[in-house]
C-alpha cells in the first residue's frame, strides 16, 4: 500500500477511537498545544497500534512533523519497542526536535537504552545543553531512568543543579530527578540538594516530591521538612 494510503488508514483509524471527554481531559493536562490537535485516543490503544505496526513503521516515522497528539504519542511508543540500540539512538535523535510537550517526552523511553545506557553519556550532556526545552527535559529523564542505579556518579547530581534554565516543564523534570535520586542515592543527594541546587522553587518542588513518595524514608522526610523550613 502507498504511504499515503497508510496514512490516511492510520488517520481513520484514529478518529474511530476518538473520545471527546478524554480530548478534554488531556488538553487541559497540556495547555501549552493546541487544543484542535487532541483527538482523544487511550494511551492503551495507542500501544496497541504501535505493536500492530512495529514491522511497518518506517513510513511514519518519517512523516515528520505529525498533525495530531496521538502521532507524536504513537511515534514515542513505536521507538520505546525498537530492540536496536543504534537505531532507537538514530530515530530518537531525529524526533526529539518535533516533540512540544511534557506528554510525549515522558513517553520516549527506548527499551533499548536500558543494557546500553552508558553510551548515552555524550549524547545527554547535548541534549542537557540544547536550547530545546524538551531535549533538555528528555536528557534529565535518561539520566533518572539509566543513571541512578549501578551507574550513578555524583557528577551527575552537579550536572542537573547547574542547569539554570527558566522554561517550567525543564524545572518539574530536574525536581523529579531530585526526588527519585533522593530515594535512591540519598547521601549524595542531600548534599546537593543542599548545597549545589541554588534554584530555590527547584529545591522546594524536589523536596516536595520526596515527602509524596513511600521510598523514603520517615527519618529521611524528617530532615527534607527541616530543610523546606530553612528556606523560609
Known amino acids: 500500500m502507498p504511504t499515503s494510503g497508510k496514512a490516511k488508514k492510520l488517520e481513520e483509524q484514529l478518529k474511530g477511537l476518538c473520545d471527546e471527554q478524554y480530548a478534554e481531559f488531556g488538553a487541559k493536562l497540556i495547555p501549552n498545544i493546541e487544543r484542535e490537535s487532541i483527538l482523544g485516543v487511550r494511551a492503551p490503544e495507542l500501544k496497541r497500534i504501535a505493536k500492530d505496526m512495529s514491522d511497518d513503521a518506517g513510513w511514519f516515522l518519517h512523516q ?6 496521538e502521532e507524536n504519542m504513537l511515534h514515542a511508543y ?19 526536535p518535533y516533540v512540544t510537550n511534557w506528554a510525549v517526552c515522558d513517553s ?10 552508558e553510551k548515552l553519556v555524550g549524547k545527554i550532556e547535548r541534549w542537557m545543553a540544547d536550547d530545546h526545552e ?8 535518561m539520566l533518572m531512568r539509566h543513571f541512578l542505579d549501578e551507574r ?6 552537579r550536572q542537573v543543579a547547574a542547569l539554570q534554565r527558566e ?23 542531600i548534599k546537593c540538594l543542599q548545597n549545589d541546587v541554588t534554584d530555590d522553587w527547584v529545591k522546594r518542588k524536589s523536596i516536595q516530591k520526596a515527602l509524596e513518595s513511600y521510598r ?9 521538612r ?7
Open 134 to 141: 524538551y531535549k533538555v527535559r528528555f536528557g534529565i529523564s
Open 167 to 189: 522554561e517550567y516543564y525543564i524545572k518539574m523534570m530536574q525536581a523529579w530527578y531530585f526526588a527519585t535520586a533522593l530515594a535512591k542515592q540519598w547521601d549524595a543527594t
Open 64 to 69: 515528520l512533523p505529525h498533525r495530531w497528539h
Open 152 to 157: 550513578f556518579e555524583q557528577s551527575q547530581l
Open 108 to 117: 520516549l523511553s527506548p527499551k533499548a537504552f536500558g543494557k546500553q545506557a
Open 226 to 232: 527541616k530543610l523546606r523550613k530553612n528556606l523560609g
Open 78 to 96: 513505536l521507538l520505546c519497542g525498537m530492540k536496536d540500540f543504534g537505531q532507537a539512538l538514530e530515530e530518537t535523535e531525529r524526533f526529539l
Open 216 to 224: 523514603v524514608s520517615a527519618e529521611h522526610k524528617e530532615l527534607l
